[in-house]
Nanobody
Framework: QVHLVESGGGLVQAGGSLRLSCAAS????????MGWYRQAPGKQREFIAG???????NYEESVKGRFTISRDNTKNTVYLQMNSLKPEDTAVYYC???????????????WGQGTQVTVSS
């Protein structure tokens, strides 16, 4: 079983920066895409950034140019550098990983517990 643990959330003023980390632990055969989602109060969880094992990235439109996703495959860790934060970025941020446990190319979704990001105006 893979566990994802996020860290780096907190309270920041508008225009500030935060860096989120998500470290995976446990046994698995292969970890493919990793990504970040967020959920604001009263809203559905939304995708904001993803990165494949080969480093290809994609972003939700509202964070392009402000957020940067990266990963360290040797540490099974994904990062989200968030710059120029806005109050509307306030949400619980969740890490996600696609995990193949047994080498069958069947990937399961694994989620972290979430970390709160609050941006004050």
């Amino acid at each position: 079983q893979v566990h994802l643990v996020e860290s780096g959330g907190g309270l920041v003023q508008a225009g500030g920066s935060l860096r989120l980390s998500c470290a995976a632990s446990g046994s698995f055969f292969r970890m493919n895409a990793m990504g970040w989602y967020r959920q604001a109060p009263g809203k559905q969880r939304e995708f904001i950034a993803g990165i494949n094992r080969d480093g290809t990235r994609n972003y939700e439109e509202s964070v392009k140019g402000r957020f940067t996703i990266s990963r360290d495959n040797t540490k099974n860790t994904v990062y989200l550098q968030m710059n120029s934060l806005k109050p509307e970025d306030t949400a619980v941020y969740y890490c996600n990983a696609k995990v193949d446990y047994s080498g069958t190319n069947y990937y399961r979704d694994v989620w972290g517990q979430g970390t709160q990001v609050t941006v004050s105006s």
